[in-house]
């Protein structure tokens, strides 16, 4: 069961089931990627990914059970922006830009996630997701 309050106990709870779940979708998943319908190529998981994902999806209910979603979005998001990197966040140095794309789901509402586009390499790398629930 996801806790649903905000307390500290139930961020914590919510961020290991959500460190769990990028655990087991490793292991469904060797080569740690699906294809994206809309971008036409891959987006890959890494530990960014779920040090990233854990620590910003556990502060919201609906953000951890957007995680658990993590194949549907990562096929079915379309890209609806791009931004340039934080030259102060350590974590998006590798990256030359941020995509921001979008995903609905039914009972969530709109789920935003960040894809980074590595450096020489180009390849797309999710970063962050979460929901929000619209209305």
Request: glycine share 6%.
């Amino acid at each position: 069961m996801i806790p649903e309050g905000n307390t500290l106990d139930d961020i914590k709870l919510r961020e290991q089931i959500i460190r769990d779940f990028y655990r087991e979708w490793k292991e469904k998943n060797p080569l740690q990627r699906k294809y994206n319908l809309s971008l036409k190529e891959y987006i890959n998981i890494r530990m960014v990914s779920i040090v990233e994902t854990s620590e910003h999806a556990a502060k919201s209910y609906l953000s951890t059970l957007a995680v658990l979603q993590l194949d549907a979005i990562l096929v079915g998001a379309r890209k609806v922006s791009i931004k340039k990197t934080k030259p102060t966040n350590r974590n998006q140095q590798p990256f030359e830009r941020m995509m921001i794309m979008e995903y609905d789901l039914i009972g969530i509402g709109t789920v935003k996630m960040t894809v980074g586009v590595r450096r020489r390499t180009h390849k797309k790398v999710q970063y962050w997701l979460r929901g929000q629930k619209v209305g």
